[in-house]
């Protein structure tokens, strides 16, 4: 889904309940956009350089409602990348300068609406400014080195490379902690589209209780499955998607279009040792 931002508007003064960490990146972004808009109202070209923390004493820095805030830094690094600037005046840095302050914009509404969303999902929003996903991407990178971050702060992951469908029901119950009930089963076989399911972050930060970092309790059931099938090529597997292999073939397939990710592993382990079921691959020779 687009991101509206008009669905997560806050009233001044009145922020959510944001952990330590997202109050912390709130503030430094703010803090750069203060500066730019500072360097505007003196009628000067503006720049972004690494965010420094208030224990460094530049008067540029500092906000001028920074007591008001009423934000405990976290754990994070205290000062940006210091060797990071890109100037507006810089014709070869504009396009770039433009960039970051898209994400940062983006990234701001983010956390204040207590949300997480994919890397993928900012390139859609800016559709018309970046000429590509790695732009986008390398825009994110560059955020997250001026505010002396982490992309996961950021509330950004990567999109999903791995997919899965089949018989197998995955079972969420829990709240979020903005409150949303995510309370649910999800049905391996009533797909929306060829590609099945998206395997995200959850099944690597699910613990050995089975809940995730957000508390949601996640449970796997199988539907008669008799082994795992992950499949190597993307192609062959939305082939066999779209044909409904597992109603003829009970099985759970798996792909991580190629050289299988992180979450991908973490699935097909999830599903061997929960519902004890063999694994076959199906792949090309090439060694």
């Keep these: 889904d687009d991101y509206d931002q008009s669905q997560h508007e806050y009233e001044p003064n009145k922020l959510p309940q944001l952990s330590t960490e997202s109050l912390d990146v709130v503030h430094r972004i703010e803090v750069l956009m203060e500066r730019i808009c500072a360097a505007l109202d003196n009628l000067e070209a503006p720049r ?36 990071f600037c890109r100037a507006w005046s810089n014709i070869g840095q504009c396009r770039t300068f433009t960039s970051i302050c898209l994400v940062l914009s983006f990234i701001h509404q983010l ?18 400014h970046f000429r590509s996903q790695r732009e986008c991407d390398s825009a994110i990178l560059d955020v997250a080195k001026v505010l002396g971050v982490s992309r996961r702060s950021l509330g950004l992951s990567a999109s ?30 009533a797909l929306s589209s060829i590609q099945g399911l998206p395997i995200t972050r959850e099944w690597i930060e699910r ?55 992180l979450c991908t592993r973490a699935l097909v382990k999830t599903l061997h040792e929960e519902l004890n079921l063999p694994v076959l691959g199906l792949c090309d020779m090439t060694p």
Excluded: H
């Design 160 to 189: 999903p490379k791995g997919w899965f469908c089949g018989c197998v029901e995955i079972t969420r119950r829990g709240t979020l902690p903005s409150g949303k009930d995510v309370s649910g089963t999800i049905d391996g076989t």
């Design 48 to 83: 972004i350089t690494g965010y420094k923390g208030s224990s460094s004493n530049d008067e540029d820095e500092a906000s001028s409602d920074e007591e008001t805030r009423n934000i405990i830094a976290s754990n994070l690094n205290e000062n940006g990348d210091r060797n």
């Design 111 to 128: 956390l204040l609406s207590m949300r997480t969303t994919t890397t993928r999902e900012v390139y859609y929003v800016f559709v018309t």
């Design 207 to 261: 613990d050995v209780e089975g809940r995730n970092e957000q508390g949601v309790e996640i449970s796997v059931s199988s539907k008669g499955a008799k082994c795992i099938l992950v499949i190597e090529k993307e192609g062959v597997f939305n082939r066999l998607s779209e044909e409904r292999l597992y109603d003829r073939f009970p099985c759970i397939m798996v792909t991580g279009k190629g050289f299988p990710d």
